[in-house]
Structure formats: C-alpha cells, structure tokens
C-alpha cells in the first residue's frame, strides 16, 4: 500500500527565513504525489502536485517541491517565508487504483514575526 | 468553475441527534470522496463513489454513518445517531474519472463540514 510519512508535526520558522517541510513515501510502482494546505479556519486547497514529467513543481505563492525517487522523498520547501504562510502543510500520494488521495499526518507551518 | 460546495459549514447538535451533510460536486466529475479529520488526528478515507455507486467504502467506521449519492451528482453523509467522537471535519472531494497521469489524478476538496457533537 501506498503511504506518506511527515515526521515534523510542527515547524516553527522566522519570517523570511526558509523552511522545508519533509515527506517521505512508500511505494513500488508509479506514484503522484501532492501537497494540500489548510488555513486556519479554511478547508483543504491543493497547493501543487507532481504526476510526471520534472521533478521539480511550483505553486503559485513561491513554494516549491522536488521529486526524488532514489530518496523517495517530496519535500516542500519556501526560501523566504510569510506570515500569511502560517497553515498546516499536508502531503498526500495517490492510492487505490489512482483513485484514493491518502494524506500523511501534516506539518503545521508557524510564522514567528 | 465552480468548487466542490459543501453545507452546512459548521453544525452543532446534541449526542443522540442526526446530523445530514451535503456535498456539490465540481460539474461532470464523477468521483467523489468522503473524507474526514476527528481532532488532532489524521485526514482520514470514508468513501468513494463513481457516480451513484460506492466503489470503495472501506474507510466508514460503523453503521451509524450512511453516505448516498442519488443520481450520480450531489451526495449526502448521515451520522445518526451522532456521538462525541464524530465531531471533527468531513471534506468532501471530487475528480474527473480516469487512470491516466494527466487525466483525473487531481482530487479537488471542498472547505469542509466542521461538526461539533456536544
């Protein structure tokens, strides 16, 4: 069975520091893999997804993921971090035929002014 | 486009009460997913539907929970009768159907349903 591990259940960063959030799977055949956040008070958004193609993925708020089969690993990582940053960070590959979302246990992401 | 909609947002009701959530799938998406957070702990599977049939209901924690989807378009989740340890968040969550890497891999979830049994 497919699975994610997030080993930090709590990251606490100055801002505008960086900050990787770590997450490792388990699997043996091809895997998509994806971070969700929840904001404080809000449900769950994708925040950007690897399915194929290069390794490194981009979201739209200057987050960045990488890819790395030899280390099965999909760290979420930020080079310079804001308060409007402070979520819990969920990552997630695709199980069950492709057709289950199955989450790790999440990361939450604290912003120290 | 419009999102996954979920209502209500938030609910309180008493142990013993029934509580009926309701999930609007993303138009023509004919997966759709239960999923919910009890306090403190992981997001956890419910269920999947393909349309109007369940696929995968494994994840359902016990026959106090009824989850349906008449028609293959929107679907509804009863807890009843509700206990304590239901209150948390069920997300609902939708897709297109498909296998391919580049067709229908990407789940899309609603806010949430934040329920409170007191």
């Known amino acids: 069975a497919q699975s994610v591990t997030q080993l930090d259940s709590q990251v606490p960063v100055f801002e505008e520091a960086p900050v990787e959030l770590r997450c490792n799977y388990s699997?043996?055949?091809?895997?998509?893999l994806f971070w969700y956040v929840q904001y404080p008070n809000q449900g769950l958004q994708l925040l950007l997804k690897?399915?194929?193609?290069?390794?490194l993925v981009e979201s739209i708020n200057g987050f960045e993921a990488e890819f790395n089969k030899s280390q099965t690993s999909f760290h979420l990582r930020k080079p310079s971090v804001h308060i409007s940053d402070t979520a819990e960070y969920f990552c997630a590959v695709l199980s069950g035929g492709y057709q289950k979302v199955t989450f790790g246990t999440g990361t939450k992401l604290q912003v120290i002014p | 486009e419009a999102g996954v909609t979920q209502f209500p947002s938030h609910s309180v009701i008493e142990k013993g009460q029934t509580v009926t959530l309701r999930c609007d799938p993303i138009s023509g998406h004919d997966n759709l997913y239960w999923y919910r957070r009890v306090m403190g702990k992981e997001i956890k599977f419910l269920l999947h539907f393909v349309k109007e049939s369940k696929q995968d209901e494994s994840g359902m924690p016990n026959n106090r929970f009824l989850a349906e989807r008449t028609g293959g378009t929107y679907s509804t989740l009863k807890v009843q009768p509700a206990e304590l340890e239901d209150s948390g968040v069920y997300f609902c969550a939708s897709s297109l159907f498909g296998t391919g890497p580049l067709y229908g891999n990407t789940i899309y979830f609603g806010e949430g349903s934040w329920l409170t049994v007191v």
């Open positions: 690897y399915l194929s193609g290069s390794t």
């Open positions: 699997s043996s055949v091809s895997v998509y």
